[in-house]
């Protein structure tokens, strides 16, 4: 499979507790781009990288919200001391190059208790 | 800022025509794309629009006039299949911002 994988699809966790999740891009894509996605709503912009440097953050990302990409390959987010407002679907994406199409992973579904 | 307004819900008859619009206001625009995305699933590319006119393929066709802030998508012989949220996206500089997105539901 050639497309955006993301790992873990499920994730349940408590309260203050950290999580990290991984996306890995479509092969070649400079782009990756984080969002987050609850019910009835559509995605909402996290961050973005081009190859591995991080260069916008979204204003609604928390100081718990951290995102690296080390070798312009792979990419994590990870979010420190969970909250309940934190439950949704985070969506990586990815794309050849700016203002190109952008193709979606499945998400990982995020449960905080 | 941007503003991207669609509806919320919309129902159509299994092989009828449906047509979803949207209306954006944004600044730094640099074209609008139509994702579908069916429940529980990630969005997946339908079509993008730089310039103004319409862009056909296949069942699905979508139209955009910039000077007017509006684009629609036009679904055709509609399957039970498509059946989804169809999200409705500006490029704005080199981000994607998605609107809320329309719940298309197909009767029998």
């Known amino acids: 499979d050639t497309g955006v994988s993301q790992d873990p699809r499920h994730k349940i966790t408590k309260r203050g507790q950290n999580v990290t999740f991984r996306c890995d891009p479509i092969?070649?894509?400079?782009?990756l781009y984080w969002y987050r996605q609850t019910l009835g709503q559509g995605p909402e912009f996290l961050t973005y990288f081009q190859n591995e440097a991080q260069l916008e953050k979204s204003r609604l990302l928390s100081d718990r919200f951290s995102a690296e990409r080390p070798k312009g390959s792979f990419s994590t987010l990870e979010i420190q001391r969970t909250e309940q407002g934190d439950s949704a679907m985070y969506l990586c994406?990815?794309?050849?190059?700016?203002?190109?199409?952008?193709?979606f992973g499945p998400g990982t579904r995020l449960l905080v208790l | 800022g941007q503003n991207i307004d669609q509806p919320t819900e919309m129902t159509a008859t299994e092989g009828a025509i449906v047509q979803i619009n949207c209306t954006y206001q944004?600044?730094?625009?640099?074209?609008l794309f139509w994702y579908q995305q069916h429940a529980g699933e990630a969005p997946t590319f339908l079509s993008y629009?730089?310039?103004?006119g319409l862009e056909e393929k296949g069942r699905f066709s979508s139209f955009l006039s910039r000077s007017k802030g509006y684009s629609y998508l036009l679904l055709k012989e509609l399957q039970m299949k498509d059946s989804a949220s169809y999200l409705c996206?500006?490029?704005?500089?080199?981000?994607?911002?998605f609107g809320k997105g329309t719940r298309l539901h197909i009767l029998p």
């Open positions: 944004t600044s730094g625009f640099n074209g």
């Open positions: 092969s070649e894509h400079n782009r």
């Open positions: 994406a990815s794309s050849l190059a700016v203002q190109e199409t952008q193709y």
């Open positions: 629009n730089v310039l103004d």
């Open positions: 996206a500006v490029m704005r500089d080199d981000k994607i911002i």
